[in-house]
């Protein structure tokens, strides 16, 4: 089946830095979305992207729709400790019903 | 905003057991799904539907079953719970208009013992 691989797997960075991560894949996918999961809750959206080169922010976060249809980057700014917590990506390739593969997240700790 | 709620946080039963996840969601989404979440392995889809008493199977339907009875919920059933399935379960809901964006609930953690 489809995979997306998302990098880094953790990150440990300072209050005030700024966070990459990314999301790549071999297939083509039409919808990139981006959820933040906090430690026994479950993710909430934070951006969804439905073109490709598409930018998209949402306060310090922005995320990008890769223009190959194979790839997604998040950007936090200015990092706070409640960044805290485990972020996904998830794709949607045509004519799958909906479904949605998820990537297998990515830890981030913010030390204060 | 979209309310996905779940009917318990915590779940401890024995093996053997039939155990019910019950999902309503507040917002007349036609699309819900089961997930199950365990580390090293992200987020597995198990079963969603896209309509009342409609049901496909995702990626690893094995081991349960769901019901669909009203458009707001949607029930995971274990038939007989195995200590593989302990597991965190998250439920999520979308519309047809805008069908990517699956809102989750707050997860049940399920131990089989």
């Known amino acids: 089946g489809q995979q997306l691989n998302q990098s880094p797997q953790s990150m440990f960075i300072q209050e005030g830095e700024d966070v990459s991560m990314n999301c790549t894949s071999s297939?083509?996918?039409?919808?990139w979305l981006w959820y933040k999961q906090d430690p026994g809750e479950g993710p909430v959206l934070l951006i969804a992207l439905y073109k490709a080169g598409e930018l998209t922010s949402n306060g310090r976060l922005t995320a990008q729709f890769g223009i190959t249809r194979k790839d997604s980057f998040l950007n936090i700014s200015a990092s706070i400790p409640s960044d805290v917590g485990i972020y996904f990506c998830a794709g949607q390739s045509g004519g799958s019903n909906y479904k949605l593969t998820f990537g297998k997240g990515t830890l981030l700790t913010v030390n204060p | 905003d979209v309310k996905v709620t779940q009917s318990s946080r915590y779940l401890v039963k024995r093996t053997g057991e039939k155990v019910f996840l019950e999902c309503v969601q507040d917002?007349?989404?036609?699309?819900m799904f089961w997930y199950r979440q365990d580390p090293g392995l992200g987020l597995r889809l198990i079963y969603f539907s896209y309509d009342v008493k409609m049901k496909e199977k995702g990626d690893i339907p094995e081991g349960y079953s769901v019901s669909r009875e009203k458009k707001e919920r949607f029930s995971l059933i274990l038939e007989s719970a195995s200590t593989n399935q302990t597991s965190m379960y998250l439920c999520a809901s979308t519309w047809t208009g805008s069908a990517y964006e699956q809102y989750f609930g707050p997860g049940t953690r399920l131990t089989v013992t």
């Open positions: 917002m007349d989404h036609e699309n």
């Open positions: 297939s083509i996918f039409n919808t």
